[in-house]
């Protein structure tokens, strides 16, 4: 181990690995120092005795985020298989003092800062947020640089340093080509420490490739040989103090370096006032794929590697049974020994000593999943990767809001979970419609918990709910970031409403708020809310906004009777804007483009669908007076007519006869092509079951086949798009039935049916089909074999 005798015990160590995590727990109880220094902010010393507590469930992180603007946070996580997490329990467990000698988050929040607000557009990397993580100096890989939150200037030599993963150097050197499986085989796989080995392997790499770079790793090590030095002052020298770091930084912190030059690279550092704090965390996060620089490409078989307490390949390939078993895939007993003979074979083919992720993953996929890889998907991401969730103890320092948000998340059985899952609610029962105002709330404070989703029952009814609900660390943040607002979920979505309001620029995203508002249950908020709608409704005069605003306010109208709130107020704010859109809307469906047509016709679909939901019978009428308007007007756009005389069709306003009528027209030979066509998509265009009438109206569709066979070659290659769009949108047995018909030629079958005969069926019978199908019937019947013997007999 590195400098027993004339320094502190330094154990180099790869974060997050099981390997570096066992040999740390082995060192520290042979050398039982009396102090354990670790990698990490110090503003965190006052919350590691947390760590003992019975409701501290790794994975957890440390939260640093600065007092004034919470947005700026940084993140530390810990694993049960970290190395660091394994020394904060061992000191814990036997009375050592524990501290963080990393530079202070107050520095590095405000470096970033700094670093943000200099940073070319053309520089990515420099904002200290490596992926989405956001964790300034976040300590890599044993020398891994450039994991800290910073990135070389683009095009300097000194960049190529910084990219160079020494992991990769380590393996390749080795022959490896894989820097994983190379860590594996040296650490995880084998008893004993790699202390020494590794910290003489960063040293060399340091020599060859110096800081990689990295002013802010010089600048972090200097920093922690101050804390060093005064702990060895403190508890003594030697193996008294024990420091837990990143192996990359094994080497500077055996430098002889002066106190004095050390305090120079920390002189007038920027600093910025920060709450620290634990959070949950999961194994997903730890993941490399999710951004986080530090991350693993398997935290869950790393943490089974670490908790498995003997015969791992076996245990890990009995839980990949059973996974695979809950997804009613056949896996026996002998699938799984036979996997784990597999598996160790691999592992004597390829040298290595012990069987790891890669050969139990291709006994997997040989045994288990029969070759297939879609069922190793599940796999990987159930369990190479994982869902768990940490917990912190409730003696945590959290913001107010935070506290009520747990308060209200036990008292409506709502737990945190970082797997996704569905959650149905039924409005009419308190637990439930409590559970959805709180997530209506947590939406509106941008807190994004819960998604509203299409049932899978297929349920639409206003009592019924769907949510998808899934808890990502950084949601922490976002609380945090939301405690401006108020102390409470309810006070802060309230204040954040009325502010969201006065600020909307558009009619509609007020029309929205206010739905949200009643989805929320915010009574407090409406009056702002409603004062700020009406004045926007009065002056906006955009026939489009007022549109897209009517909708929302429906819906409010209509959830809020749901919820047995008052909405009055909303009602006559609603009848206003449906009768300003019946005077505007003529009137603006004159003299557009294909684009601005189409987008007016989703306007009329919405106003219809709102319109309906009123109880106005008089309201109703005037909108059927525009739509019969718009449908008639030859200077309105094709598929706004089209659509109007369709719409007016499905609500009996029209009759065959006039239907027929308005479609000749719109078909007729003076007609431009492509009018026609626009005027044929809005009627029976879209998933509105245009198909199926033309099935059952053939009367329509021969109107139809003689516009489009009359169409010349140039207009018909025009229109051809048009049309493709249109019917394309046809279910494939609604596609075949309109390719029957037309085949057969449009109006055959009301002329049989006219002539006294029946659609689809021929005057006389074909004996040939009918003697095909008869053993069918036999056997349906129960008819002995001489039952039927000709095709016109009686079986």
Do not use: N
């Not at 737990?415 to 409590?434: F, S």
């Amino acid at each position: 181990m590195t400098g027993r005798d004339s320094g502190p015990l330094l154990l180099g160590v790869r974060h997050h690995g099981p390997g570096s995590a066992r040999a740390v727990g082995r060192a520290l109880d042979e050398a039982r120092p009396a102090a354990v220094l670790i990698e990490g902010p110090p503003e965190a010393d006052g919350l590691v005795p947390l760590a003992a507590e019975q409701g501290m469930r790794p994975p957890v992180a440390l939260l640093a985020h600065v007092v004034d603007e919470p947005g700026k946070s940084a993140f530390w996580p810990f694993a049960e298989f970290s190395p660091e997490w394994v020394a904060i329990r061992w000191a814990l467990e036997h009375g050592a003092q524990v501290r963080f000698i990393d530079l202070p988050a107050a520095h590095s929040l405000a470096l970033r800062d700094a670093e943000t607000a200099t940073q070319d557009p053309g520089e990515p990397g420099k904002s200290g947020k490596p992926g989405k993580s956001g964790e300034p100096g976040e300590p890599g890989k044993p020398g891994e640089p450039g994991k800290s939150g910073e990135s070389g200037e683009p095009g300097d030599a000194r960049e190529e340093a910084v990219r160079i993963d020494p992991l990769g150097v380590l393996a390749e050197t080795a022959g490896y080509d894989d820097a994983e499986r190379w860590w594996e085989d040296v650490v995880e796989h084998r008893e004993g420490d790699a202390f020494a080995a590794l910290g003489e392997a960063m040293t060399a790499l340091r020599e060859s490739y110096g800081d990689g770079g990295h002013d802010r790793d010089l600048v972090r090590e200097a920093y922690m040989r101050l804390q060093v030095r005064s702990a060895q002052r403190e508890f003594g020298t030697g193996s008294e103090v024990a420091v837990v770091c990143g192996a990359w930084h094994v080497p500077a912190l055996r430098q002889r370096k002066t106190v004095a030059a050390d305090r120079a690279l920390l002189k007038g550092l920027p600093k910025a006032k920060v709450d620290m704090t634990w959070v949950p965390w999961t194994h997903r996060r730890l993941a490399r794929t999710s951004g986080y620089g530090a991350g693993i490409e398997s935290p869950g078989w790393y943490g089974h590697l670490f908790s498995a307490p003997d015969r791992p390949v076996e245990r890990w390939l009995t839980r990949v049974a059973g996974l695979l078993r809950d997804e009613d895939r056949i896996v026996s007993s002998a699938h799984v020994i036979e996997a784990v003979r597999l598996a160790e074979t691999l592992a004597v083919m390829r040298g290595r000593p012990l069987a790891g992720l890669t050969e139990t993953t291709d006994a997997v996929r040989a045994v288990l999943c029969e070759g297939s890889d879609v069922p190793l998907a599940l796999i990987h991401d159930k369990l190479v990767v994982g869902d768990v969730l940490g917990e912190v103890p409730e003696g945590a320092p959290a913001v107010p809001l935070q506290r009520d948000l747990t308060k209200q998340q036990r008292s409506l059985r709502l737990k945190p979970a970082a797997l996704e899952k569905e959650l149905d609610l039924d409005l009419r029962g308190d637990t439930d419609a409590a559970r959805s105002r709180l997530l209506h709330r947590l939406r509106l404070l941008g807190i994004g918990w819960g998604e509203p989703a299409r049932s899978a029952r297929g349920s639409t009814g206003t009592f019924r709910e769907t949510w998808r609900l899934r808890w990502e660390p950084e949601l922490s943040v976002r609380v945090a970031e939301a405690g401006i607002w108020g102390t409470t979920v309810l006070a802060a979505a309230t204040a954040k409403a009325e502010a969201d309001a006065v600020a909307a620029r558009a009619l509609a995203d007020v029309t929205a708020l206010a739905e949200q508002c009643l989805l929320a249950g915010l009574s407090d908020a409406l009056p702002t809310v409603m004062t700020v709608l009406a004045d926007r409704a009065a002056l906006d005069t955009d026939v489009g906004h007022l549109a897209q605003a009517l909708p929302a306010l429906v819906r409010a109208l209509r959830y809020g009777d749901v919820r047995g709130t008052d909405t009055t107020a909303l009602a006559g704010v609603a009848a206003g804007l449906a009768e300003r859109v019946f005077v505007g809307l003529p009137p603006a469906c004159v003299g557009l483009d294909a684009e601005a047509a189409g987008e007016l016709r989703g306007h009329v679909d919405a106003v219809h669908a709102a319109v309906a939901l009123l109880e106005d019978d008089g309201l109703r009428g005037r909108w059927r007076a525009v739509l019969r308007t718009l449908a008639g007007r030859d200077t309105v756009a094709g598929v706004i007519r089209g659509r109007c005389a369709r719409i007016l069709l499905d609500e009996g306003e029209l009759t065959d006869d006039d239907t027929a009528r308005l479609m000749g027209l719109a078909l007729s030979p003076g007609t431009p092509p492509a009018d026609a066509a626009a005027w044929i998509e809005g009627f029976v265009g879209g998933s509105s079951g245009g198909g199926l009438l033309l099935v059952h109206d053939e009367r329509l569709l021969a109107l139809v086949d003689g516009w489009l066979t009359g169409v010349s070659g140039d207009a018909f290659t025009d229109v051809l798009p048009l049309l493709r769009r249109t019917f394309s949108a046809y279910e494939p047995g609604v596609r075949r039935s309109l390719g029957e018909l037309v085949r057969r030629g449009p109006g055959t079958a009301a002329a049989s049916v006219a002539a006294g005969g029946l659609t689809g069926f021929a005057e006389e019978l074909d004996a040939e089909r009918a003697d095909a199908v008869r053993p069918v019937v036999r056997l349906l019947l129960g008819a002995g074999a001489g039952a039927g013997a000709g095709a016109g007999g009686g079986g």
